[in-house]
T-cell receptor, first 114, second 114 residues
């Protein structure tokens, strides 16, 4: 089954404790991205990757890192989480970086930083 | 940069009522347009998309949307809603060239009263 898989689904952590949210897709998609969803703000892109070893900042990259060592995986790293990073995070992938393909989303990771 | 406006933040309807959710975008060039739905506790799923051709597009579950280029609009419609349509609906746009990201509206929460 074609899917985007994120782990964990729920995470509560303390300020400053490094964490990684994993994302994996099995569709051989080139383009992957991370979004955060906050009430009243919709989804905002954090980082994206057009292919292996090619990543770039989205709209709200501060406090986050990503890597793309393999085509299927695109982890999101919070080196020193802060409470303002409490949010719902979605990973997405699409076939090509070009625009006219749809994005597939993971199930989401609800992160709480205390 | 493109932007998307969804003016209806929360819509409450009775079952069998007709639905229209507004979406306006700002971008001077050719765009691709999407509507995603997020059922409670779930990830985003594609309802329908417009890339080119017939401006009236039909999606899943009886939804349709009409692209009106002169109005920069892509409103979502359904003639008769069901309780199971209760969800949050997001309009999104990306530019029809290059590697543009999806830009989302802030979402419209739809509540259907049985």
């Amino acid at each position: 089954e074609a899917q985007v898989t994120q782990n964990p689904r729920y995470l509560i952590t303390v300020t400053g404790k490094k964490l990684t949210v994993t994302c994996s897709q099995n569709m051989n998609h080139e383009y992957m991205s991370w979004y955060r969803q906050d009430p009243g703000l919709g989804l905002r892109q954090i980082y994206y990757s057009m292919n292996v070893e090619v990543t770039d900042k989205g709209d709200v990259p501060e406090g986050y890192k990503v890597s793309r060592k393999e085509k299927r995986n695109f982890p999101l790293i919070l080196e020193s989480p802060s409470p303002n990073q409490t949010s719902l995070y979605f990973c997405a992938s699409s076939l090509r970086p070009q625009a006219n393909t749809e994005a597939f989303f993971g199930q989401g990771t609800r992160l709480t930083v205390v | 940069a493109q932007s998307v406006s969804q003016h209806n933040h929360h819509v409450i309807l009775s079952e069998a009522a007709s639905l229209e959710l507004g979406c306006n975008y700002s971008y001077g060039g050719t765009v691709n347009l999407f509507w995603y739905v997020q059922y409670p506790g779930q990830h985003l799923q594609l309802l329908l998309k417009y890339f080119s051709g017939d401006p009236l597009v039909k999606g899943i579950k009886g939804f349709e949307a009409e692209f009106i280029k002169s109005k920069f609009s892509f409103n979502l419609r359904k003639p008769s809603v069901q309780w199971s349509d209760t969800a949050e609906y997001f309009c999104a746009v990306n530019a029809n060239f290059g590697n543009e990201k999806l830009t989302f509206g802030t979402g419209t929460r739809l509540t259907i009263i049985p």
